[in-house]
């Protein structure tokens, strides 16, 4: 196989441990973002097959609860290692309905299934408590258990990880669960199951239910009063929406929503350092991810010198298809995204921003878009208070520390924000004044499955990852022992 002739993609859906079509037979195209071709035809569920997923979800779950989880352990390292051993092949599948540049692809697949090998040892050290009694003859126990049933809905931007990183925690924790991937990357999703089955995980207990109308199915999966936890990353407006209807069963909630990250360079900084951070922080995936830097926020006597140094790197970064040899910008992910940065990289100029490199699409057309650097831009420009999920980095100059905290702080999101400097006094300092669920300092790299990811404000609740994300998959229970 090349990586230019990916094999036949697997194209059904999996409920109850099995691969499966839509009852109806409908099924819905997936394309590569990089050609637009249709690569695969996956089954168009509805509510009926996502409710039979729940009760298949709801029938494993006593099984799966009641194992130890040391055996659970066991399985969730097998899925770990059948993930890892199909590395490439899953990689391809995931530039092929992504678009993201193969080595890219690779590192998802390492990184998703890092949060299974994790949280496989997380699950065998969910301890409880003994309380200190507060009368004689009682005493206070504390026990976590399993949720129960859990649905997860996830986007196009991580379409391996994102599931990994929900499922990982959840059947760890003894939770069985129903996913609805986004109807733009289906395909890893059922990958993803593939692997599960091929690792032994009891049929129910992972299922993936593919659709091209999400708000049915989302509509079963937080009206079913058999599913307890709805974990869902999306955008916020979507994340508000399953809120509300989460609302009706008390359905317990994680939402990893939409980022406006500040990456803010001080005077004192390693400029080269801040150069190369942003590099990785703003380019990779071109720019579709939630903690992409979104504002660079950079002290007025060094954000010449900044952009410039900047722009001549990312006036060198090379565009093109996932799969050609050295490419490290894809396409974006369809025509709407690509047609979005090209409204906020206008609104920009005509308020007076600079186009320092790119400020257009990429010659290849489609939805390919030149990496760009703008100066000069103020916060009232749409592209200071927007998720941008391109490849465009902003830069607005301030004057001070108090400024660059305000500016900052200045929006409705808080997931992800970067500075960077010399004066550890500051450091500690700016930390602790962000009002982000994540902070990197002069580091633009900082998600692992070791560390609790999720954001404040708009941005979400919960976490993912470390030994924080387990919780949001197990309910704590008191038990009072009296007369003893
Ligand atoms: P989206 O909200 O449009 O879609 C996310 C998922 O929600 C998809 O599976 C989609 O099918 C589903 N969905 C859409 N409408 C629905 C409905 N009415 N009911 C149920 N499900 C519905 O977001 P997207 O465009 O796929 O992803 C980009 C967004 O995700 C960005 O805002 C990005 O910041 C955010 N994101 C956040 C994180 C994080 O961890 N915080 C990670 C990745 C992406």
Redesign the pocket.
């Known amino acids: 196989m090349t990586a230019r002739e990916p094999r036949p993609f697997r194209q059904q859906a999996f409920i109850d441990g099995a691969f499966v079509a839509a009852d109806s037979g409908a099924t819905f195209a997936v394309r590569d973002p990089a050609t637009d071709a249709v690569i695969a035809e996956v089954p168009d569920m509805g509510a009926a097959e996502t409710r039979r997923a729940i009760e298949a979800a709801a029938r494993a779950l006593p099984g799966w609860r009641g194992r130890l989880a040391k055996e659970r352990a066991q399985i969730m390292r097998r899925w770990h290692e059948a993930m890892l051993a199909e590395q490439e092949r899953l990689a391809q599948i995931i530039t092929a309905e992504q678009g993201k540049p193969l080595a890219e692809a690779r590192g998802e697949i390492a990184y998703g299934a890092a949060y299974l090998d994790w949280f496989a040892e997380e699950g065998r050290r969910v301890y409880g408590d003994i309380i200190p009694q507060q009368s004689r003859d009682k005493r206070i126990l504390v026990m976590k258990q399993a949720i129960g049933v859990t649905a997860a809905?996830?986007?196009?931007?991580?379409p391996s990880a994102?599931i990994c990183?929900k499922a990982g925690a959840a059947i760890a924790a003894g939770c069985t669960m129903v996913v609805?991937?986004?109807?733009?990357t289906p395909l890893s999703a059922i990958a993803l199951a593939e692997m599960a089955q091929r690792a032994g995980v009891p049929d129910g207990v992972f299922n993936v239910v593919t659709?091209n109308d999400?708000?049915?199915?989302?509509?079963e999966?937080?009206g079913n009063a058999l599913v307890r936890k709805i974990t869902?990353?999306?955008?916020?407006?979507?994340?508000k929406?399953?809120l509300r209807?989460a609302a009706e069963n008390v359905q317990k909630c994680s939402?990893?929503?939409?980022?406006n990250a500040p990456f803010i360079v001080f005077g004192d900084a390693d400029l080269d350092l801040a150069v190369k951070g942003a590099l990785a922080t703003k380019y990779r995936n071109s720019g579709?991810?939630?903690?992409?830097a979104n504002r660079f926020l950079v002290e007025r006597g060094v954000a010449g010198p900044f952009a410039q140094k900047l722009a001549a790197a990312v006036a060198a970064l090379k565009v093109g298809r996932g799969v050609e040899p050295g490419v490290v910008i894809g396409p974006l992910?369809e025509e709407a995204?690509a047609a979005k940065v090209e409204r906020l990289v206008a609104d920009a100029r005509a308020r007076g921003a600079k186009v320092l490199t790119g400020g257009a699409r990429h010659a290849l057309g489609g939805t390919f878009y030149a990496p760009t650097v703008l100066a000069d831009v103020s916060p009232e420009m749409e592209i200071f208070r927007e998720?941008i999920?391109g490849p465009v980095a902003a830069i607005i100059p301030f004057e001070d520390e108090a400024e660059a905290i305000r500016l900052a702080n200045s929006t409705q999101y808080g997931?992800a924000a970067y500075f960077y400097c010399r004066d550890i006094a500051r450091a500690f300092r700016v930390a602790e004044a962000l009002e982000f669920g994540m902070v990197g300092v002069n580091e633009s790299l900082m998600s692992s499955e070791a560390a609790p990811?999720?954001?404040v404000k708009q941005?979400?609740m919960g976490r993912?990852g470390s030994k924080y994300g387990i919780e949001d998959y197990l309910e704590i229970k008191y038990v009072c022992l009296g007369n003893v």
């Open positions: 809905i996830t986007p196009w931007n991580f994102m990183r609805k991937p986004a109807e733009l659709t999400p708000a049915p199915v989302g509509a999966l937080t869902f990353t999306g955008s916020t407006e979507v994340g929406i399953l209807q939402m990893e929503l939409g980022g579709q991810t939630c903690v992409c992910i995204a998720e999920f997931l990811f999720g954001g941005s979400g993912e």
